[in-house]
Nanobody, 118 residues
Framework: QVQLVESGGGSVQAGGSLKLSCAAS?????GSWCGRGWYRQAPGKER????????????RYADSVKGRFTISQDNAKNTLYLQMNSLKTEDTAVYYC??????????WGQGTQVTVSS
C-alpha cells in the first residue's frame, strides 16, 4: 500500500521560509519511471501544480514560484522536499505531495497547510 506523508507546513510571515517533506512508503521515488511533485489548493480554487520532477530528473515550476521554491529528492530517505523561500500571502494553501505523475495511477498525500500572513 502506497503512503505519502507530508510534513513541514505551518504559519509564517511573508518573506519567510518553510521546507515541506514527503516521506513515501510502499513506493520508491528513485525506482519509479513516473514523475513526482507538489500541488497546492487554496480555498475556493482548483488544485494546481507547484513543482514537478519527471522520470529523467528534470524539474518544472509554476511561474508563480520560480526562483523562490526548490524541489529536491533524497533517494536514501525516499523523501521528496519542497524548499519555499520568500513566501507570499498568495502561497497560502494546502500543499499535497503526489507520485505516479504521467503514469496510469496517481498517489496523493493527505496535505499539509501552509499559511503566510502579511
Amino acid at each position: 500500500q502506497v503512503q505519502l506523508v507530508e510534513s513541514g507546513g505551518g504559519s509564517v510571515q511573508a518573506g519567510g521560509s518553510l521546507k515541506l517533506s514527503c516521506a513515501a512508503s510502499g513506493y520508491i521515488f528513485a525506482g519509479s519511471w513516473c514523475g513526482r511533485g507538489w500541488y497546492r489548493q487554496a480555498p475556493g480554487k482548483e488544485r494546481e501544480l507547484v513543482s514537478y520532477i519527471n522520470r529523467n530528473g528534470a524539474t518544472r515550476y509554476a511561474d508563480s514560484v520560480k526562483g523562490r521554491f526548490t524541489i529536491s529528492q533524497d533517494n536514501a530517505k525516499n523523501t521528496l522536499y519542497l524548499q519555499m523561500n520568500s513566501l507570499k500571502t498568495e502561497d497560502t494553501a494546502v500543499y499535497y505531495c503526489a507520485a505516479g505523475l504521467d503514469c496510469s495511477r496517481r498517489y496523493w498525500g493527505q496535505g499539509t497547510q501552509v499559511t503566510v500572513s502579511s
